[in-house]
Structure formats: C-alpha cells, structure tokens
C-alpha cells in the first residue's frame, strides 16, 4: 500500500544557490514528472501500486515533490533531486524536509494557505499550487488518490488568511522539520 509522501525543501533551509539548482522550469515540467513517475512505478512492488502518481510544486522559495508510490519512494525522490542539482545525496539531504501520510497532507494545506512562505499569507502561492495540480493532471501523473482536494486547497487560502485567529493557527502549527531520513 502506498502513502502520500512529501520531500522537498525552501527557503528557510536551502539557500538561493541550491534552490536554483532544484527548479524546475515550466517548459521542462511535463518531462521530470513524467521520469520521476516513471521511476516510481519501477520502484512498486504490487500491481496496485505500479502506477506512481506524482505532483512538483516548484517556486523561486520552494521544490517539493509530493507522491504516492511504494517501495523506497524517498530514497528514489531523493536521488532524483541529487541527479537534477548536481549534488551529492549526503548534501542535498542536509536541504530537505520529509512528510508522510497526513503530515504531507497538512503541510500542502499550510503552502497552500501562504502559511509557510516568506511572507506569511502571500496568495500568489495557491496559484501555484493549482499550477502544479494542472501540470501533474497533464502529464498524466495526476493524483487519483487526492481527487476532491484542490477545492480543499481553494479554500484553505482564504479561509486561513482572513480567519480572526490564523496568526495562533500559525503559531500553533510551526514547528522545526523533521530529518528527510524519516520516511
């Protein structure tokens, strides 16, 4: 059985030059998605999972991968990142952040929402977002497993930015990252 799994990093861990090396440009998106999909799925160990289901969110402030696949799908994810940047895995692994099962499922809900971004409640995230929901759908690495939430993701933006209390929400919710040796 597979999970949703997270690996990614931004601005609070990885510096401009490393955040660079991990972007991923509109023109060649379809294509890394479709190879790291691919390498998922080669990775599964059941029929069920063989289709890996893949989406990148990619900013000038953040990459991250969100999956669901089986087998060592952050081992895979991470040496996919250390191909792309040019650095070593040992390296790049000082950068990430990982997330599992509804902990990425939360963390998305905080991106989504500007919770998480430079500057706390920004919008212009959530566009992003739905971008990168659009590029996945396109290149047929959609999620089927997270039909019904981009409308969750739609309205979690507002909702949190114009909630009395989402300054305690926030407070509430941070926290450090933990190692991506964790999923």
Known sequence: MS????????????PVEVRERLAFPAERLTVALRELAGRLAAEACTCEDAA???????????????????????GTVRRFLAERSGLDECTLAGYLYARCGDDAGRHLLRVAAGLDS??????????????????AHAAATRPRRANGCGARLTSAGPRCRWAPSWWRWRRRCSGPWPPASRC
């Open 3 to 14: 999970d949703l799994l997270l690996l990614g990093l931004n601005h609070t861990l990885a």
């Open 52 to 74: 890996a289901e893949v989406v990148i969110l990619s900013t000038c402030n953040r990459t991250e991968i969100y999956a669901w696949a089986a087998g060592d799908a952050a």
């Open 118 to 135: 430079l500057v706390v409640g920004e919008n212009e995230i959530l566009g992003q977002v739905k971008d990168a929901c659009e590029a």
